[in-house]
Structures are given as C-alpha cells and as structure tokens.
C-alpha cells in the first residue's frame, strides 16, 4: 500500500511533441505529489508538485493531471525539447503516521527526446 | 550560498572496509535523508532523522549506520556488513517537521567497490 507505481520505465518522443509519465497509489492518506528531473550523475531537483484539493497544475511546459478518485497522477511536457531528457521521478507523502514527511518514490521514467 | 554539499563525489571501498559518506546542509532544515539509488530502482531510503540526535531506520538500512550530532550534518558510514554497496547515495534535507515542504537533494556520491 505504500508503493507507487511509474510507467512506462522509458519513452521516446521527438522534439516538439508531448511527453506523458503516469503514476498511480494505493494510499489514501497521501496528500502531496511532488516530480524530481534527475540528469545523470546528478541529485533529482524538484520539478513541479501538486496537492488533491486541485486536479491540475501547470508551470510553463510541465503539467501534472491528478485524479483523486482514481488514485492517478501524470506529468505531461509538452513541446519536448532533447535539454528534457532526463530521469523523472514521481513520488508521494502524507501529513501523517510515523514518517510523516517522507516520500514514496517511484521507479523512474528515462526519457529521451530526438532532435 | 545555501545548499546540500556531498562529499567525495566518488568513493572507493576495499574488502571488510568501513567507508563515511559526508552529508552537510546550510539551509536550517530539520529534517534530513540518505537514499540509495540503483539502476531501475528508483531512490530507496536508508536512514532519516527528524531532528538532532534522533535518527530512524528506512526500508533498508541494513549494513549502514548514520549518526546526527548537529542540525547541519549527516554522515553515512556503510560498513563491511554491506555486501553490495556499489550504488548513487543521495543526501536530502526538508525544512520542518510536520509540514508538507519538499526534500531537496544533494548533488550525490558513487559509491565503488575495488
């Protein structure tokens, strides 16, 4: 229950075109859904984050999409450029229990955008 | 300049030896993590602390130990108990207990076997 599920492990898509990185959770106490973009050889950075009261969130290109009811969330890029390919990483948290704070990582999506 | 430092940026552990990962914060955050990264796993937590000489277990400390004597470091020691070390450690930080504030990473150390 405490597990969060990424697919796909890896996406290929050509510059322009949108990238999409689904997630999805067994825990309904989690309340905070943050994306780190790792590069290689580097620490994940903070990327967007989203909270259940709203269903949609958008920083220039990066969006997250968040269904509560389906325990579902996604990061969609649109216009992909080759400088976002990079690991993404979803992860989750909740305000409670014994780790409270502590994030719940996801396996990663490697993508890659040709040129 | 705030930030998370780690340091060596690469390490080498020999056979049956005890090897600390430096882990240092100047941002305030009470709370702090070490993970360890793998290909095709994701980012796995080892140790975490809350607050200053408090410490607790992650989903798999076994074969390391961390110790938290100041607000502003966290070292990691693997020891020789650790029979895979090879991997990327991560140090992350987050401002306070309780609140909902992401963790923020350090720039990571490799960790290599001779």
Request: glycine share 10%.
């Amino acid at each position: 229950q405490q597990q969060v599920k990424q697919s796909p492990q890896s996406l290929i898509v050509q510059k322009g075109g949108i990238s999409i990185i689904n997630c999805a959770y067994e825990n309904t106490a989690f309340d905070y859904f943050p994306w780190y973009q790792q590069f290689p050889g580097k620490g994940p950075a903070l990327l967007i984050a989203i909270r259940p009261d709203v269903s949609e969130k958008k920083e220039g290109r990066f969006t997250i999409s968040f269904n509560k009811s389906a325990k579902q969330f996604s990061l969609h890029i649109m216009d992909s450029q080759p400088g976002d390919s990079a690991t993404y990483f979803c992860a989750a948290s909740s305000r409670y229990g014994g780790s409270q704070g502590n994030l719940i990582f996801g396996k990663g999506t490697k993508l890659s955008v040709k040129p | 300049d705030g930030g998370i430092t780690q340091s060596p940026k690469y390490l080498f552990r020999k056979e049956g030896q005890n090897v600390t990962l430096s882990c240092e914060q100047n941002l305030n955050h009470d709370a702090m993590y070490w993970y360890r990264q793998d290909p095709g796993q994701g980012l796995r937590l080892i140790y975490y602390s809350q607050i200053v000489n408090d410490f607790q277990k992650g989903d798999i400390a076994e074969g390391y130990s961390v110790s938290r004597e100041k607000k502003e470091s966290f070292p990691l020691t693997v020891t020789s108990a650790q029979k895979n070390p090879t991997a990327f450690y991560l140090c992350a930080s987050r401002p306070s207990q309780g609140t909902q504030e992401t963790q923020y990473f350090g720039p990571g150390t490799r960790l290599l076997v001779l």
